[in-house]
């Protein structure tokens, strides 16, 4: 918590170090002349934009290990926490809603699969209306190995890593069901499921700003190893957090 309390004192200066150099122009914009003796010993105090981020750092090699917390905008909509543990070294742990729109097709592809046929009578069949998602929940953590690229944009760094994803997803299917050749009815088909698989990421991030905040940007790569087998996905987003 002293590290929070550090930064905050720090950018009070920076923002103090600012208001006394526009204090000091004003004054002397009133007072142009005479008070001659005086001049040179009082000088402005002058904080360039470039200087201001070398007194606002944040992810210096010697003050590890880092949080950060923030939201995550993708695949999926999330939560996202991030401990640095080390220069090179970290582990983060998002948590939120699925992006259920980009799964439609997949979800309707599963129906044929939850209708058990010796279920049904000789000239009986089942045909899909529709369905809807009344949640997707996703969790998942990763660990993470991380290099610095301030060759290409200073404040930059990529990441790969490697995690384990959980999904949580209850859903509703409205169906017709084939009775006999002049009868039909509507019925509707509940199904709830937790799966999980291993997940894969490669990132970048962004943190040279005069405030301790990180931008982030990155894709994933899912695989289903219980509800749906050998099941793939590319996910990811983009987000920021707060680094304290």
């Not at 926490?81 to 592809?109: C, M, Q, V, W």
């Not at 044929?112 to 279920?119: A, F, G, K, N, Y």
């Not at 990180?214 to 996905?233: H, K, L, N």
Request: glycine content about 10%; some cysteine; charged content about 20%.
């Amino acid at each position: 918590m002293s590290k929070t309390f550090r930064y905050i004192f720090i950018l009070s200066l920076c923002l103090l170090m600012t208001e006394v150099d526009l204090f000091g122009q004003s004054r002397n914009k009133r007072r142009p002349t005479s008070t001659s003796a005086y001049r040179g010993r009082y000088k402005n105090i002058k904080v360039s934009r470039a200087k201001a981020k070398v007194v606002c750092p944040i992810f210096e090699d010697s003050q590890y290990p880092y949080q950060g917390i923030g939201i995550k905008v993708g695949d999926p909509f999330a939560i996202t926490y991030k401990f640095y543990a080390a220069k090179n070294f970290a582990i983060a742990i998002d948590g939120g809603k699925a992006a259920s729109g980009l799964y439609s097709g997949y979800h309707r592809e599963n129906f044929q699969d939850l209708i058990e046929p010796d279920t049904l009578g000789f000239d009986q069949g089942v045909g899909y209306l529709g369905h809807i998602v009344k949640k997707e929940w996703v969790l998942e953590g990763k660990a993470l190995y991380q290099r610095d690229a301030s060759k290409v944009l200073k404040g930059l760094q990529w990441y790969v890593g490697a995690g384990w994803q959980w999904r949580n997803t209850d859903i509703q299917y409205e169906y017709l069901l084939e009775i006999s050749f002049d009868e039909n009815e509507i019925n509707i088909l509940d199904e709830s499921y937790l799966t999980m698989g291993p997940v894969a990421v490669l990132g970048i991030e962004y943190s040279y700003f005069t405030i301790p905040v990180s931008a982030f940007m990155e894709i994933e790569w899912y695989t289903d190893v219980v509800q749906d087998p050998g099941w793939q996905r590319f996910q990811g987003g983009v987000g920021l957090r707060l680094i304290f």
